[in-house]
């Protein structure tokens, strides 16, 4: 089993920073890949960002330029820099992890709200 435990959320106004950080615990050896997801009332759930084992990076189209996701593997932890906020930003922020290397992500931690003001 994998825990994942996201913290850093919080509300902001735009323009400013966050940054998130996921860690994780338990069975992570065999992790592929590490993702950060987001969901809005009434949205779709959006790819953010993900980060392979070798540190290779992809973005969303909407977060491109803004957001930088990174890994500390002495930590165990992944973060999601934020800069340059917006309102449509808002949203839970998820973390999830691949172990299967095919994109499927099944394990995931409990969100943390990032809310940014106008």
């Known amino acids: 089993q994998v825990q994942l435990v996201e913290s850093g959320g919080g509300l902001v106004q735009a323009g400013e920073s966050l940054r998130l950080s996921c860690a994780a615990s338990g069975s992570i050896f065999d992790i592929n890949t590490m993702a950060w997801f987001r969901q809005s009332p009434g949205k779709q759930r959006e790819l953010v960002a993900t980060?392979?084992?070798?540190?290779?990076?992809n973005y969303g189209d909407s977060v491109k330029g803004r957001f930088t996701i990174s890994r500390d593997n002495a930590k165990n932890t992944v973060y999601l820099q934020m800069n340059n906020l917006k309102p449509e930003d808002t949203a839970v922020y998820y973390c999830?992890?691949?172990?299967?290397?095919?994109?499927?992500?099944?394990?995931g931690g409990q969100g943390t709200q990032v809310t940014v003001s106008s």
């Open positions: 999830n992890a691949d172990k299967s290397g095919w994109g499927v992500y099944g394990y």
């Open positions: 980060i392979t084992n070798f540190g290779a990076t």
